[in-house]
């Protein structure tokens, strides 16, 4: 029996076409920046409703003020990780003949688990209040709910 290469899903929509033509690491990229977008927007709406953005890191003895622009800027930073991996499973999908055949549910499982493990940092931070640690656990879930499924749906054409 001839081994074959894995099959790609065919775009069902305009949106899906467009994602389909774009390279792993351009998609990876926009999501990224579109999730850094709604984490700090998140946050400025928190912190217009009165909420202190101010939080310790785990091991540190006084919290500082978390300033705006530091959301976004964490959401790009731990992005980069995700970027690598998408980009990683893509192109070990894509190699003749034994490639990794879903690479779409790779990357979700991934990438669902390091968010999931992502909120011990706001819910272990000490010295911080509860509604800025609710405020940084939404954020961190807003910031993977936008990348992953974007990233995910990409995968699923290679």
């Known amino acids: 029996m001839a081994a074959t290469a894995p ?3 065919s775009p069902s929509s ?3 076409a467009w994602l389909a033509a ?13 999730a850094a977008v709604v984490a700090e927007s998140f946050t400025l709406l928190a912190r217009g409703v ?4 101010v939080a310790a890191g785990i091991g540190e003895d006084e919290a500082t003020a978390i300033p705006v622009g530091g ?15 998408a980009v990683l499973l893509a192109h070990l999908a894509r190699r003749a003949g ?10 979700a499982a991934c990438a669902g688990a390091f968010t999931v493990l992502s909120l011990a940092g706001p819910g272990l ?3 911080t209040a509860d509604t800025t640690q609710a405020v940084l656990v939404c954020t961190h879930l807003l910031a993977g709910g936008v990348v992953i499924p ?3 749906r990409r995968l699923s054409f290679v």
């Open 71 to 85: 959301v976004a800027r964490s959401v790009v930073l731990w992005s980069l990780v995700g970027i690598a991996l």
């Open 7 to 9: 099959q790609s899903h």
């Open 22 to 34: 774009r390279p792993v690491w351009l998609v990876a990229v926009l999501a990224t920046l579109a």
């Open 50 to 53: 009165g909420v202190e953005m």
């Open 98 to 107: 034994r490639g990794l055949r879903r690479p779409a549910r790779v990357f």
């Open 14 to 16: 305009p949106s899906a």
């Open 125 to 127: 931070a000490p010295h």
């Open 150 to 152: 974007v990233v995910a």
